[in-house]
């Protein structure tokens, strides 16, 4: 492969017009910060679902010494809805320890940010590379597709991973390592796509092993799925008037310290939803809403009932900040399929 010709025609491709992002920066240096941002939020969710959450967040916080003061519960109402809420608690760690102990200054090296609490390799790379210009190996799920279809990498995810990250290397282009990350991420998201690649616009395609054997959407090699756990739980909407009883989830484990619906544990076990309820009341169930987490599956049944007092409840008018799984789950009480059925009060 000859590597040179390929950076070359890589990089003209992406200058002739990539990616318009709001956090991307041409013929300047980026904002650390909101490339930091940008790159947290993105690990787990499309442009397009990110891009909203990025423009408030600088508008509420503009530069990472303000995020270092803002109120946790705050911050984790404006990420609902990105999901992966450890990542939010990971950022506040980190926005910390970037004004507390580096003067509101991102480090300008891949070391220098690994070392930050929540900062993984990729997202060191990444900052590294897109910030700072650095000469750093920025591997996502773009660049693994890229990579895997150029040298037909037969080896199935997750233990392809390695030799991607080895080949990734080999290609990037050290004259220009923030732009060269970016065209490869670009090169994934636009024309060498999961299905339906778009060879005949493909910049590289002269040296893509996959193309030329005529098999580019058999990589990556994935290894079979794993069938997700299900899990079985209740959650209540206590209703008083228009307002609804809203509990701090504990700090530790799923959706830690966000605000939330009360709710059975989430066991193998269908629950005894009124015998486990927060509160007598005249519980009526709703119905059942389906929700995905990266490692179960939940079936959630739906109770409501008008209430006067919940004890250590947040009575709240405003659900907007409430994790998905709360949303649906409130959202439900005012879908056209009618209330199931009355059980007695406890």
């Not at 660049?143 to 037969?154: A, G, K, N």
């Not at 809203?246 to 605000?259: F, S, W």
Request: charged share 25%; proline share 8%; net charge neutral.
């Amino acid at each position: 492969m000859d590597v040179s010709a390929l950076r070359v025609a890589q990089l003209e491709w992406y200058d002739a017009g990539s990616r318009e992002l709001p956090w991307r920066v041409r013929d300047g240096q980026a904002d650390p910060y909101a490339v930091w941002l940008s790159e947290v939020m993105l690990q787990q969710t499309t442009v397009p679902h990110a891009t909203p959450y990025w423009l408030e967040f600088l508008r509420r916080w503009p530069t990472v010494s303000d995020l270092a003061v803002a109120d946790d519960a705050e911050v984790m109402s404006a990420w609902a809805g990105l999901g992966y809420y450890a990542r939010a608690r990971n950022l506040l760690a980190c926005a910390r320890a970037v004004a507390g102990d580096h003067g509101g200054v991102f480090p300008d090296t891949e070391e220098g940010l690994r070392a930050l609490p929540g900062v993984g390799p990729y997202t060191a790379a990444a900052v590294a590379a897109i910030a700072f210009d650095r000469f750093a190996h920025v591997v996502d799920g773009n660049v693994e597709r890229v990579v895997s279809r150029l040298f037909r990498i037969s080896t199935p995810l997750p233990g392809a991973k390695p030799e991607m990250r080895a080949r990734a290397a080999e290609l990037t282009d050290s004259g220009r390592p923030g732009d060269w990350a970016q065209a490869m991420m670009d090169l994934g998201a636009l024309v060498c796509r999961p299905k339906g690649p778009l060879c005949d616009r493909c910049p590289v395609t002269p040296w893509c092993e996959a193309r030329a054997v005529g098999d580019p959407e058999t990589y990556p090699v994935k290894a079979p799925k794993m069938v997700r756990p299900r899990r079985y739980g209740a959650a209540y909407v206590l209703r008083r008037g228009d307002e609804v009883a809203l509990v701090r989830r504990p700090a530790k484990g799923l959706l830690g310290g966000m605000l939330g619906l009360p709710t059975t544990d989430w066991s193998g076990a269908r629950p005894d939803a009124v015998a486990e309820a927060p509160v007598r009341a005249d519980w009526q169930k709703v119905g059942e809403i389906e929700h995905v987490f990266t490692h179960f599956s939940l079936t959630l049944e739906v109770w409501t009932a008008e209430v006067e007092a919940l004890d250590g409840a947040i009575w709240s008018r405003d659900i907007s900040g409430l994790p998905s799984v709360f949303l649906k789950a409130v959202r439900l009480l005012s879908s056209p399929a009618k209330r199931e059925r009355r059980a007695p009060s406890r």
